[in-house]
């Protein structure tokens, strides 16, 4: 993959160049990534699946035990992450977080970009994950759906809460205990990730967006309406504009949707199915309106007045990205020191005025307020209690409802 070189760029050059870089590079950049091939994502909980005495529980599931670990001797870690998914200095060489960590821990981070789509990660890893060796990593960054594949199979190890003081306390309590790994035994979030409507205002010339409703109804945005390739985001912000509950649908629930979107289709309401290449049509204004990503969207508005954004009253949807050590990792307690280190306020600020995805520690907006104050008033990046008591998740998919739906609704997109 190209790698750019920032020199002295102010932060919107810096997030121009780095929107261009994903709209340009789709297939190997993080947002344009397909994410939804198989599995289950996070079903947002509350603080109530936490034990009394303030250690996660492990839930019930099959997630991996410790085994050797070389940390107090190999000051290492082995961290494999995708592309643009962490805070670059002006020289685009390094990674200031990183480089803090290594000066208060003594510890060296060997950070890789290695990560550039689930399902060929996964390929990649899992032979010897399956064969129970190591992976030459020590922490590992996945989607929410992978990651409950992951700890079902048994193939990363239990966390030890007494390393992570800081990421106890300062999760917050929207990410605290999806459905795949209650209390947070196996995994902590890097990322949260939110799907809303966007819009751009002249292209709409005074007509009002405010649902997915709008979207497939309105005869005005025939031909301008557009839906995103991942079935989760479109189908879960569909089935909460319909009334339905995506934490708890049914299979009817589901085709219900799915014909939904058909009928729009069918009568042409919905321009195309897209990747995170909406965002040229978006500022362009060929799409008038598109159900889209947070992270996106803050980037567009800081170069196009003209895109907006808006949260349904029926509710968004919210996904994460997740930090999680690989069976047979050699360097265990340093992973768990890095994953706690990105718990403290300060350094979560740091990563989030680079990359702009929904926070998921508490404490951080004070912290990026110093940094970059339109960033720390921006919902999309730390939402607020309102936005956070609106946010749902899709529910974990058996493996018989996984084939079956993404088979539907690759029928409905033509994929």
Not at 21 to 41: E, K, N, P, Y
Not at 66 to 92: H, L, M, R
Not at 214 to 241: A, H, I, Q, Y
Request: net charge neutral; charged share 25%; hydrophobic share 35%.
């Amino acid at each position: 993959m190209e790698q750019y070189e920032p020199d002295r760029l102010t932060p919107a050059q810096v997030a121009a160049m780095r929107r261009s870089f994903r709209s340009g590079r789709a297939a190997l950049t993080r947002r344009s990534l397909l994410r939804a091939s198989a599995g289950g994502v996070l079903a947002v909980g509350g603080l109530g699946a936490l034990s009394a005495c303030g250690i996660p529980p492990a839930g019930k599931t099959q997630g991996g035990t410790s085994t050797q670990d070389f940390s107090a001797k190999e000051k290492v870690v082995n961290f494999s992450n995708w592309p643009e998914y962490i805070d670059v200095d002006d020289s685009g060489k390094h990674h200031p977080t990183l480089d803090t960590f290594r000066g208060r821990t003594g510890i060296t981070v060997k950070y890789t970009e290695d990560i550039n789509d689930n399902n060929e990660f996964f390929g990649k890893i899992k032979p010897q994950l399956a064969a129970g060796q190591d992976t030459g990593r020590d922490l590992i960054v996945l989607t929410d759906w992978l990651a409950a594949r992951l700890i079902r199979l048994g193939w990363v190890q239990k966390l030890d809460p007494s390393n992570l003081p800081h990421a106890f306390a300062n999760l917050s309590a929207q990410f605290r205990s999806p459905d795949w790994d209650p209390g947070r035994a196996y995994s902590y979030p890097w990322q949260g990730i939110d799907t809303v409507i966007a819009f751009n205002k002249k292209a709409l010339d005074g007509i009002e967006v405010r649902s997915v409703s709008d979207l497939l109804d309105n005869p005005k945005l025939k031909g301008r309406v557009g839906f995103l390739s991942e079935m989760r985001d479109s189908v879960g912000m569909t089935m909460l504009d319909m009334g339905k509950d995506p934490a708890k649908f049914t299979g009817d629930d589901f085709d219900a949707v799915i014909a939904r979107l058909q009928k729009a289709v069918d009568k042409g309401q919905i321009r195309r199915f897209t990747g995170n290449d909406y965002t040229s049509d978006l500022t362009k204004g060929d799409l008038a309106a598109c159900v889209a990503w947070g992270g996106d969207v803050v980037q567009l508005k800081a170069d196009s007045p003209d895109v907006d954004y808006v949260i349904p009253d029926s509710g968004y949807m919210t996904s994460t990205d997740n930090l999680l050590i690989p069976n047979k990792a050699r360097h265990k307690t340093n992973a768990e020191r890095l994953i706690d280190f990105y718990y403290e306020p300060e350094q979560a600020a740091a990563l989030a005025a680079y990359i702009n995805y929904v926070s998921p520690v508490d404490g951080v907006k004070d912290q990026l307020a110093k940094i970059d104050k339109s960033a720390a008033d921006n919902p999309l990046i730390i939402p607020d209690k309102a936005m956070a008591a609106k946010s749902h998740a899709f529910r974990s998919l058996t493996q018989k409802e996984e084939t079956a739906y993404e088979e539907k609704f690759a029928k409905l997109t033509g994929a």
